[in-house]
């Protein structure tokens, strides 16, 4: 099975297969192919914490996240392209996403000012005011120089009622409009953004608005936010039927291994998530076996590997007992090895998905990992 829907010259998407809703899909980018489905690594401020784009790249990483909002702050966007754009910035020659800041933006709750131009708020660093338009967080996307770049959106909090819901959901649509019209770059895919909350009537006219803009590509934003996850992955599965089969999805903020594999059942091809290095740092660790605490005192005589399923640096060369030490003691390593198999984790469980669905077993496969 193959379908294609030849988005630009740079950025042709295609399904090579599919087993139920799930895809295996390539989408080509100016800095080389993607294979789906694809875990990307978030790397906030320009890189992913503790690991150099060395590991990421022997890890198999396909593409990684920048964030937009961050970096207007620091080091600013200006200095980033004066460097030769991201990709030079930070030594990694591999397709990039950068989001467009508006989830770090209404993640200020209280202290941003929404109005149909923009959002107003105050800077995380030092309290300076700024405003954010769509078209100024799309021209910050350009500078910054990434192969994928998002729309900005209104990113609405579970919880919130259903009139404001609908009126976040045209303010994204509208504002989608106006990203689009200042996207100038041909060498930039630009995907539109899809709200709702887990309102299903909204989360389908978020798409038929988004749907007449014909974005290359689509995000399902707004879940992961708070909502109770038995709706949240309803709203995802739901949304996803909606969307063009030829284009790329994209589910914002997903990077549990179970959430992984529900998420690639219902048709996404990508996921970002801050997850696996924020748990590394917490001493957590995904393994075939569940997820395991370091610094419970089981492991403290543990003479095994991480998890004797996974190839990774950490698990070839470390036993549980000594990174339960490194996690104890609060070492920068352990918080690199447990970063980089957390990262490796799921960038295998990516892969195998894929390849189960080339085979045509991915529900074999989903039901013997989960």
């Not at 036993?319 to 980089?340: C, D, F």
């Amino acid at each position: 099975m193959k379908i294609m829907d030849s988005l630009s010259k740079d950025f042709p998407f295609t399904v090579e297969a599919a087993d139920g809703a799930a895809r295996a899909g390539v989408l080509q980018t100016p800095h080389g192919a993607v294979e789906t489905p694809c875990f990307m690594p978030v790397g906030t401020r320009a890189t992913v914490k503790t690991l150099s784009p060395r590991d990421l790249s022997e890890a198999g990483a396909g593409m990684i996240l920048a964030n937009a909002y961050h970096l207007y702050f620091r080091p600013g966007a200006g200095i980033v392209a004066a460097a030769g754009g991201l990709h030079r910035f930070m030594g990694w020659d591999g397709p990039i996403l950068t989001d467009s800041g508006g989830f770090q933006v209404f993640s200020l709750g209280d202290t941003a000012r929404v109005t149909g131009g923009g959002v107003g708020f105050r800077s995380l660093y030092d309290g300076s005011g700024h405003f954010f338009t769509p078209e100024a967080a799309t021209k910050l996307q350009e500078e910054l120089g990434a192969d994928v770049i998002m729309c900005f959106d209104e990113c609405v909090p579970a919880g919130a009622e259903r009139a404001y819901l609908e009126e976040s959901v045209r303010r994204t649509a509208e504002w989608a409009g106006r990203c689009q019209a200042a996207h100038s770059r041909d060498d930039q895919l630009l995907m539109g953004i899809i709200q709702g909350g887990v309102d299903l009537e909204l989360r389908r006219q978020s798409v038929e608005l988004t749907l007449e803009l014909d974005f290359g590509g689509y995000a399902i934003g707004g879940l992961s936010v708070g909502e109770e996850r038995p709706r949240t992955l309803e709203a995802m599965e739901f949304t996803a039927s909606l969307l063009p089969a030829g284009k790329p999805r994209y589910f914002m903020g997903l990077g549990d291994p179970e959430g992984l594999v529900d998420a690639i059942a219902a048709g996404i091809d990508m996921f970002d998530c801050v997850l696996p290095t924020r748990a590394a740092r917490n001493g957590r660790a995904y393994t075939s076996a569940g997820r395991l605490n370091l610094r419970n005192a089981v492991f403290a005589r543990d003479r095994g590997p991480l998890d004797p399923g996974c190839d990774c640096y950490a698990c070839r060369t470390f036993s549980r007992a000594y990174l339960r030490h490194l996690v104890t003691q609060k070492e920068i390593l352990g918080l690199q090895l447990l970063s980089l198999h957390n990262v490796t984790f799921l960038l295998n469980l990516a892969q195998q998905a894929r390849a189960a669905i080339k085979n045509g077993r991915f529900h074999s496969f989903r039901d013997r990992e989960f």
